[in-house]
C-alpha cells in the first residue's frame, strides 16, 4: 500500500500524476456540462421566443380573420357587391328531395349508319351530345 | 453482592464496521511505525481523497443540474402567459374579445437629435397626437410618454424611422374584433384589464384567472346575434324608434344566443360613445310591456283552475273595476273564449280572468317567474322592475295586461321561458352550456298548461294579432305588445309614445321535449310608416322583424321546416285586430 506514494515515472510520483490527471478531468468534464448546458438552454430559450412570437403573430391574425369576417361586413359585402340575401324558406331543400329537382339526363343520340348518312359534323355532334355546351 | 460482567457479542455486521474503523484509525500509527515522513504523506493523500470525493460529488450534481433540470424559462426569466385577460368567443369558438400586444411610446428628449425632423416625422406616422403635445414631449427635461396602444404595425412604422430618443415599452390593449357586434353583452374593459361592463365585468374574476388557459365561452352564437341585429337594424330604420331590443333564448336551457340592444357602440372606443349607446336596454332598463303581459295571466288563470280552454269572458261592454273604466284597444264588443281574448288581446276579458285570479295567486306566480325582481342572468346591469306597491285589485288589473309593473325585456324573457318551457322557471345565462346538460330550476306551472299555452300563442299568430310574424313550416307562436309610456309632461299616459313589442316562440309544435327558442323584439317609441297605415303597435312594428329573425336562425338552430298544410291553422294573413 505504502509502495503507491513511492513509485515514480520520469521523476514524477504516480499518485501525483493520477491525482492531477484526475482533477483536470473533472474540470473539464463540468466545464463541458455547464457549457453544453448553456448552449442548450440558450437553444431552447431562443426556440420558446419564437414560439412566443409566432403566438403572438396567430394571435393577431386571429383577431384579424374575426375583424375581417365579422358578420356585418360580409352581409354587407355579399348584398352590396354580389346582390346576395338571406335565403327564403323556398329555397331551402332537404337532402332526400335533392333528386326532385336534378337536371334530367339528356336523351342518347342514336347515330345514323355512314352509308345513308352524310358525315357528321363533329361540331354539331358535340352539341347533340352536350347541348349546353355552347349556350351563353 | 458481587456484579458479574457478560459480555455481550455484537452482530458480525457491526463487528465487521467497527474493525474497519479501528484498521483505519490505526493506519497512521502504522505507517509511522514503518517510517515516519510516510505518515504525513498519508495524511496529504488522506485530505486530497476526500476533497476529491467532495468534488466529484459536486461536479456529478453540478453536471446533473445543468443537463436535466427543468429550468425552462430561459436565461429570461419565468415564462409569462401572454395575455392578461382570457379570450372571449362564442358558443362556437369565435372571437369576440381578446388581448393583444400594442405598445406604448417614450420619449428622451436629451437623446433626440433634431427635434423639428423628429416632430414632422411622428406627425406623419401619429396624426391623432397634437404636435403640441408631441413639441412638449420632444423639448421636455426628461423621459416622457408620448402614446399607448400602438398596433405592431405602428409600431414598426416608428422604430423603422431610426430616430434616437424614441423607445418602446409592451402596452397590452383588449381588442373587440367585431366592433358594435354585441357589443351590449360583450362589455368592455378598462386599460388595466378590469372589466367595467357586460361579460367584461361579470366573468371578470374567471375571465383573468382563465387568462392563458383558452377562452371563455359565451353562450351566444354569432351567426344568430348577427341575424337578429341585421332585423332589427332595418326595423329601426323602417321605424326610427327611440331605441330598440333583440333577445333569443333557448327556453331549456336559459341560455341566450343572442342579445342586442340599439343604439349600440364600439367597445373598443367606450369613451366615444354616449350614455344612451352604452346603456343596455336589455337589461338595464325596464318598460310597460303591456299586452305581453297577457300571456302570463291566461297561463295563470289555466294553471289555478280560474279559467279553461272552454271558459268565455264578456268584452261586449267596457269593464268598470274600482275607480276605473278598461277599454278595449279595438273592442270585440262580444263574448270571447278564452283564445279569444288572447287574439283580440281584449283587456277586458283578460282583467276579469285576473279578477278571478286573484292579488294573492297573481302576484306569486309573477314571482314564481321571476318578474318581481332583477333577471336572474349573470349580467350586473341587470335592472329591477318597478311593482306596484300593493298587489289589490286595481294592481292585478292593471299587470294583467302590462300595465302598473315594468321589467326588462331580459326578465320578460326569462318569464316567457317558464311559461313555455314546460312550467319550469329556469335563470337566463350568458355562459355557455354544455349540450346534453339538464338545468335545474324551480317549477312554477304544470306541463299541461304550457303545452296549452303553446297552442294558445300559435293560435295567436294563425288567427291573431301576430299574424305577420308567421315563418313558413316553423309553427310561431307568439303576442304582440303595446305599452303606453308614462308622459311626466302631461302627468298621464301618452297616446303617441308607445312601447311596441312582440314575444315569439318557435316551434310550437311538436312534444315537451322539443328544443323550443324565444324571441322578442322591441321598439321604444317607434314612429309608423305609411307600410303600416298610420299603425306602430306591435303587431305592425315588432311581429314581422320578430318573424324574419326566426325565419333566418331556424336553420342555424336545426329547427326542420314542417311545411305540410294543416286543418287546424288558417293562413296568417295581416294582424287581425291592429296587433296590439
Redesign the interface.
Known sequence: MIGVFHKRFRGFRIVNIVGLGLLVTLVLGVYLAKTFAWRERNEIAAVELQIRQEALRIRLLQAEVAHLEQPRRIQALSSGALGMSPILAKQEIRPADLQKFARPKPEPVIAAPPSSAPEADPRVAMLAVRPQALQP | MTAVFTPVRAPLAWRTLGGLIWRLEHAFER?RA??AP?DS??RI?FV?LAF?FA??VM?IG??HQ??FSD??????GA?AP??ARADLTDRNG???A?D??HFALYVDPREVWDVPATRQALAAILPDVAVKRLTKALTGPKRAFLIGGLT?QQRTSIHDLGLPGLSFEDDERR?Y?????AAHLIGFADSGGAGLAGVERAFDKDIRSAAGQGGVALSID??I???L??ELHKAVAEFTPRGAVGVVTNIRTGEVLGMTSWPDFDPNQPGAATDDQRLNRAAASVFEMGSTFKAFTVAVGLDSGVANMNSTFDAREPYKLGYRTIHDYHAARKILTLTEVFQHSSNIGTAKLAEGIGPQRMSRYFAGVGLTRPAKVELLESATPLTPRKWDDDAVASTSFGHGIDVSPLALSAAYGAVLNGGVAVPLTVRKVAPGTQVEGTRVFSPQTSALMLQIMRANVTGGSGGSAN???LSVGGKTGTGEKYDPAIRGYSTTKQVSSFAAVFPTEGGPNVERYFVLILMDEPHPSAKTYGYSTGGWVAAPAAGRVI??IA?LLGV??N?APKAAETAAAAPASEGL
Open positions: 505507517a514503518a517510517s510516510q504523506r498519508l493523500a486530497m476529491g468534488f466529484v461536479a453540478a453536471t445543468a443537463l429550468n425552462r424559462a430561459g436565461p429570461d415564462a401572454l395575455e369565435a372571437l369576440l381578446a393583444l400586444p405592431p381588442l374584433p367585431l366592433g358594435n357586434t354569432l351567426r346575434q348577427a341575424a341585429e341585421d315563418a313558413p313550416g325565419d333566418r336553420p326542420r321546416r311545411l
